[in-house]
């Protein structure tokens, strides 16, 4: 079967770091997305990555390890509106996108 | 200017009840999803239409059924509402199936079955 797997939760401190674990095992592999989704929202688009390695995106990075089934998202200079849930999203050889539960990280003053 | 819209925001229904979803985009999107988000959270795709075609159709009941009368609209009938059918259900929609394939949320529409 096809499998996503993250953390249920994290806590981190304004203007810290944190790198949210996404491992998965999908039937092919076409792309690895990020979306961050707030309580009662819908989620929105972050990041990509398709090809090995580490993606930037001002505090946002997200890398890629196809031979370990591997990501992580990376959010650097916390700010208290980073309190979100982050759905890590594979899309497989059908072009389907399966999608983790997501991490819900809490940002602490 | 809203990209993905839905109507309702909310629906509080009771059991038995058949009840719809509507779905618009103007972004000049191909393809159109139904999703359920359920109390954990958890994202489940439910349909996507892709120019007025069904191109997925996950182990649903058949009570679900996807309507989309051109390819700006996706809207989707509930037939027979059960408790289990509570959740927050989000249309989404994307170009197509290219190599960045981004797909945009509307804001989703909280489904209470009583």
């Known amino acids: 079967g096809q499998n996503i797997d993250q953390p249920t939760e994290m806590t981190a401190t304004e203007g810290a770091i944190v790198q949210i674990n996404c491992t998965y095992q999908?039937?092919?592999?076409?792309?690895l997305f990020w979306y961050q989704q707030h309580a009662g929202e819908a989620p929105t688009f972050l990041s990509y990555?398709?090809l090995d390695g580490l993606e930037e995106k001002g505090r946002f990075s997200s890398f890629l390890s196809r031979s370990k089934g591997y990501s992580y998202l990376l959010l650097k200079e916390l700010q208290m509106k980073d309190s979100a849930s982050y759905l890590c999203?594979?899309?497989?050889?059908?072009?389907?996108?399966?999608w983790g539960a997501g991490t819900k990280l809490i940002i602490k003053p | 200017d809203t990209a993905v819209s839905q109507t309702p925001k909310y629906l509080v229904t009771q059991m038995g009840n058949d009840k719809s979803i509507k779905c618009e985009q103007n972004?000049?999107?191909?393809?159109m999803y139904w999703y359920k988000q359920d109390s954990k959270k958890f994202l489940k795709i439910m349909f996507s239409y892709n120019n007025k075609e069904l191109i997925i159709n996950e182990t649903v009941p058949n009570r679900f059924s996807p309507k989309s009368p051109d390819k700006a609209h996706l809207n989707l009938h509930i037939n027979s509402l059960e408790l289990g059918d509570s959740a927050v259900y989000f249309c989404?929609?994307?170009?197509?199936?290219?190599?960045?394939?981004?797909?945009?949320f509307g804001p989703g529409t909280r489904l209470l079955v009583l």
């Open positions: 990555n398709v």
């Open positions: 999203a594979v899309r497989d050889s059908n072009y389907q996108l399966i």
């Open positions: 972004l000049g999107h191909d393809t």
């Open positions: 999908t039937s092919g592999f076409n792309g």
């Open positions: 989404a929609s994307s170009p197509g199936q290219g190599e960045v394939e981004t797909q945009y």
